[in-house]
């Protein structure tokens, strides 16, 4: 159970394009889901929280117009990278949260982005 | 301020050894303690977790210590095996916050055969 799909698992771009990150709870429904991006050898940082049917909040300096995010049903958010240039090179991870269990959250396997 | 610190940065450990990750947190409002690993280019999975409520939570080889006078609490891996090589992250949450989790900067683990 609790099962977190993001979908692609690695796209190569080029840069001025929009690229689309899928995040899917397979077996549960999420009334959060977090976005989160990882530079290599470093931790987890927190971009946005996205709650179903509303505006996600996004953390100080990330950009909301870049970074645009969709959390339109229980088990789907998506992540645009609009205009993606190459420092939008990262690892970009989803998570869910369910209170159901653990109550935690539970991640995706992540999507690693390379803009040309 | 980093809410959470985690320690050390990495670690070498021989197969069967013991491997301790530390974490220490400022706010005692935070009432869930998990911890994840992540092996190379995959997401983090949850491990084990913990609650104030009590000081010490098992599961096979993985062990949570937790001290709520001394804020801190700490991972032990007994037996540890080459295939626990990953990188460890503790986390903290507080009650109403959506689960939202504040990270440590995490733990290469390598066990050496």
């Known amino acids: 159970g609790a099962v977190v799909s993001q979908h692609p698992s690695r796209v190569i771009c080029k840069s001025g394009t929009s690229v689309k990150i899928e995040c899917r709870s397979l077996?549960?429904?999420?009334?959060?889901m977090f976005w989160y991006r990882q530079f290599p050898k470093q931790s987890l940082m927190l971009m946005a929280t996205s709650n179903e049917g509303s505006k996600a909040t996004y953390e100080q300096g990330v950009e909301k117009d870049k970074f645009l995010i969709n959390h339109a049903s229980l088990t789907l958010s998506t992540l645009t990278v609009t205009s993606a240039h190459p420092e939008d090179s990262s690892f970009y991870i989803c998570?869910?949260?369910?209170?159901?269990?653990?109550?935690?959250?539970?991640f995706g396997p992540g999507t690693r982005l390379t803009v040309l | 301020q980093q809410q959470v610190k985690q320690s050390p940065q990495s670690l070498i450990v021989q197969k069967g050894g013991i491997s301790i990750i530390n974490c220490a947190y400022e706010?005692?409002?935070?009432?869930?303690f998990p911890w994840y690993q992540q092996f190379p280019g995959k997401g983090p999975a949850l491990l084990i977790a913990i609650r104030p409520d009590v000081s010490e939570k098992k599961e096979g080889r993985f062990t949570i210590s937790f001290n709520k006078s001394a804020k801190q609490f700490s991972l032990h891996i007994m037996d540890s095996q080459p295939g626990d090589s990953a990188t460890y992250f503790c986390?903290?949450?507080?009650?109403?916050?959506?689960?939202?989790?504040?990270f440590g900067k995490g733990t290469k683990l390598s066990v050496k055969p």
């Open positions: 998570s869910a949260w369910t209170t159901l269990g653990t109550d935690t959250q539970y």
């Open positions: 986390a903290a949450s507080k009650e109403g916050s959506q689960g939202n989790l504040i």
């Open positions: 077996d549960f429904q999420a009334t959060t």
């Open positions: 706010n005692t409002a935070f009432d869930y």
